[in-house]
């Protein structure tokens, strides 16, 4: 067997001890004598297994308990459509703030649904800086904000929850879990799992449930949040094995220590990736010092005529996945849980090798 470091944006890496579970289970899950694809989800293991995957995330994220855990499908692209449908009437405002790509595609969603107002806007500079939350534009009457604490292509990211009474709603698909956040500063925390928490097909939300009753009334049933809450989550046939995946990675990280631990992990992952970056004139980061992800580091070569050769010796040398988003150019590297230290750290002994060899 040989395993690469992966820096991939998502769907991204999976601990290695997650993987040798499953594949130990595969044909006999918990001696049902089946796999757990073949299993009912209204089984009593597969219920015990939803319980205790919504109890160890609850522990993990400290959710209070006036909060909805919610499993749908549909990823955080739903979401994007689910915020407006489940917490604006037709006509109602809602605010945005677009400091990337996903923060960009939230508010045209919403906009189909209601009027999305668009209080801050950072694509001027492409996406490489937070505007001082004292300019933005905030709507008087607006029924929530929404903002993407972690930009997963650009690699920016909030290192505050923006202030004011006005309900937050979050897209923390690729920040989620990655350190400890406060879930009462929060309305609605929605993420995709293929980044930090699972396969792709099953999505995480949280939501406070006070807000479940603002639901549109003509809503299809799969797009209302209260559903979900209603039925723990199996209002259809849910993601069966996207959820057992789920379920291992949130013990993995409670072994690890929990978010506390990982955060401690992850700061030290991107502070030592960051340092080497700025340490060099071959690489440069283009994101403000004050935002830059702990998930996404983004670098560009001083020549991006080695664009190719990089990409070639690092896949050569078992770092794959590092090609950037064409709309940053250079390389990118994700380092979500899943990617160990010791892959960080390969990753800065091959960049400091390759610039040694080519400048
Ligand atoms: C990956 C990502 C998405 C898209 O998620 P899907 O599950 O593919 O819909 C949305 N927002 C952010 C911040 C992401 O990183």
């Not at 006999?28 to 796999?35: A, C, F, I, N």
């Not at 830059?292 to 896949?315: G, H, Y």
């Not at 849980?337 to 002994?349: D, H, P, Q, R």
Request: aromatic letters at 10%; hydrophobic letters at 45%.
């Amino acid at each position: 067997m040989s395993r690469v470091y992966n820096f991939s944006a998502g769907p991204a890496a999976l601990p290695l001890e997650v993987l040798q579970q499953i594949q130990n289970d595969i044909p006999d899950w918990q001696s049902t004598g089946m796999s757990v694809m073949e299993v009912s989800h209204r089984s009593k293991e597969f219920v015990e297994l939803a319980a205790r995957a919504e109890a160890n995330l609850r522990q993990l994220l400290a959710v209070p308990d006036d909060y909805s855990v919610l499993f749908p499908q549909g990823g955080a692209t739903m979401q994007m459509a689910m915020t407006p449908l489940n917490l604006t009437a037709a006509g109602d405002t809602a605010d945005y703030v677009v400091t990337g790509s996903w923060g960009k595609k939230a508010a045209g969603e919403a906009a189909k649904f209601c009027q999305s107002n668009i209080v801050a806007d950072a694509s001027d500079k492409n996406f490489t800086y937070i505007p001082d939350e004292s300019s933005w534009n905030r709507s008087d009457n607006a029924a929530y904000l929404h903002y993407v604490p972690n930009e997963t292509i650009a690699g920016v990211e909030f290192h505050f929850v923006p202030g004011g009474d006005v309900p937050l709603v979050a897209d923390m698909s690729s920040t989620i879990l990655s350190r400890p956040v406060d879930v009462s500063r929060f309305a609605a925390i929605y993420a995709g799992a293929q980044k930090n928490i699972g396969p792709a097909g099953i999505t995480l939300v949280i939501v406070r449930n006070d807000l479940l009753e603002r639901a549109r009334a003509n809503n299809p049933h799969l797009m209302t949040w209260k559903s979900y809450a209603d039925s723990d989550s199996m209002t259809n046939t849910p993601p069966t094995f996207a959820w057992y995946v789920a379920d291992l990675v949130f013990q993995w990280l409670k072994d690890m220590g929990g978010v506390e631990a990982i955060g401690l992990i992850n700061a030290r992952k991107a502070s030592k990736l960051y340092a080497a970056i700025d340490a060099s004139d071959f690489y440069t980061n283009p994101v403000a010092k004050d935002c830059r992800s702990w998930m996404n580091v983004p670098f560009i070569l001083a020549d991006s005529a080695l664009d190719a050769t990089f990409l070639e010796q690092s896949k050569a040398a078992g770092l794959t996945n590092l090609k950037g988003h064409r709309s940053v150019g250079g390389m990118r590297a994700s380092i979500y849980n899943a990617v160990s230290e010791e892959a960080v750290n390969a990753l800065i002994t091959f960049m400091a090798e390759f610039e040694r060899t080519n400048a």
